[in-house]
């Protein structure tokens, strides 16, 4: 299978421990590079010490020839089932976490609902068209999206996008300000919504809600 074996690789790689190595030379530089973007294929495995530590033995074995520890046909096909559960759990972790936080909400689908700023105006329907701005970031703080960097606010319906927002923003009002925290099932899913936001990822509005329809406050 292509992910298990490239997976394979990539712990051979990282299981080769650079000791505190200079980068002397362009080449240096270019494989640090390649180190560091292969991180980011197996970053959603969210790996502890001890396990980076059986990541590197798995890579040393895999590019030394040694003779695997395991059957790589058997575990390499489950490798995707475990990126789902890691992050899965990250999610409903950083999701407990935000419940937990001063003046937050747990909505019926399990959004965290927290305002920033009150309003003072209308409260949209789910049938409403509002006008937002907002900022998007994953649970470890990586921004994928942002209104207010393109410098221009977003009007559509509001069941016409994620659950998480069509629930969401129906909580503020006109002026207001609020934190969305939305499980994975709430927005893309398993699916994700490549390249910039994975599959099964748990994300984070800052939604200011700026109008309802044609007007700022109707």
């Known amino acids: 299978m292509r992910l298990g074996l490239s997976v394979a690789v990539l712990l051979g790689l990282a299981g080769l421990q650079a000791q505190a190595q200079e980068l002397k030379s362009e080449e240096d530089k270019m494989i640090y590079a390649l180190g560091l973007s292969m991180s980011r294929a197996i970053k959603s495995y969210d790996l502890t010490p001890a396990e980076i530590d059986l990541l590197k033995k798995g890579l040393t074995d895999g590019l030394t020839g040694t003779t695997p520890a395991v059957d790589l046909k058997k575990y390499g096909p489950q490798l995707p089932k475990l990126a789902k559960l890691r992050k899965e759990q990250a999610g409903k972790q950083f999701l407990t976490k ?6 937050a909400k747990k909505l019926a689908s399990g959004v965290i609902y927290k305002e920033i700023k009150p ?4 409260v949209p329907k789910a049938s409403d068209i509002v006008k937002v701005n907002y900022r998007g970031t994953l649970t470890n703080g990586t921004e994928f999206d942002s209104s207010y960097k393109r410098g221009q606010s977003v009007s559509f319906p509001l069941n016409g996008v994620i659950p998480c927002w069509t629930e969401g923003v129906q909580k503020m009002k006109v002026g207001g300000k609020a934190q969305l925290v939305c499980p994975s099932d709430t927005a893309y899913g398993e699916m994700g919504s490549p390249p910039a936001i994975p599959p099964n990822a748990t ?3 800052e939604v200011e809600l700026i109008g309802i329809g044609g007007g700022q406050g109707q």
Do not use: D, Q, Y
């Open 98 to 103: 935000a419940a937990k936080e001063k003046g």
């Open 203 to 205: 994300l984070v509005f």
């Open 119 to 122: 309003g003072n105006g209308a």
